[in-house]
């Protein structure tokens, strides 16, 4: 019977489910841990460990990436668990999979997107209580917030130099996150740079629900 263990770190709470017999693989979701959450419960099936740090509503920042580094090392060594991990970004969860990547590539094995927030001058929109949340977790002014460059689409050369394995699944009609300006923007930069990643792109599909009904092609993507 697989065991959740509730703690806090930091002055955050912190999640982990360790399966019955756990291989010491992790999946780190970086935000909406119970939310179409298929393949994470025949990955914990399987062995893997499912891990979330409730950082919410810091969308990636700096000081977010800064928490989930020490986070990191807390629980690896807590429980025991692989040096790298297998990243899952969700949504808004996408800016946070994307910078800790960005700055930590050493903790990282794999990266599963699934309609990742990319540009946040189009996630959050105008008139959102997230927005402006992310214009002061960010320490911006709304005109500064429209052009600031720190966004993970402005950073591709350095996200790619790393070479991880990433699988991206999005809706081609999104109606939260634009999928041209997000996750449309990833694959036209590897297209043009002759960069693999896998796509498992729906064309009805829109920002919910995320995952796939059949997640076979997930599971297969963390073992191979």
Known sequence: MPQTYEYVFNGYNAY???PDKPNGKWIWKTEF?????????????MGYTRVYYQISDKYGSFNAVRLMHNFYFDVINR???DE??????????GLYAYNFTLFYPECVEKIYFDAP????????????IERVQAI??????PDAYETFNGQPVNYFDEFFSHMKHILLIAGLKDEEVDFEQNSGKMIEYCKKNNIYIQ?????????HPHS?????PIIEFIER
């Open 16 to 18: 982990v489910i360790r």
């Open 33 to 45: 841990f119970t939310a179409f959450d298929q393949a994470e419960r025949k990955l914990l099936d």
């Open 79 to 81: 429980f025991n668990l």
């Open 84 to 93: 790298r991990c297998y990243l899952f970004g969700f949504s808004r969860g």
């Open 117 to 128: 927030v990319l540009d946040m001058r189009t996630w959050p929109k105008e008139g959102m």
């Open 136 to 141: 002061n977790e960010y320490g911006l002014t």
């Open 199 to 207: 796509t498992i792109l729906k064309p009805e599909g829109k920002h």
């Open 212 to 216: 796939l009904e059949d997640v076979t």
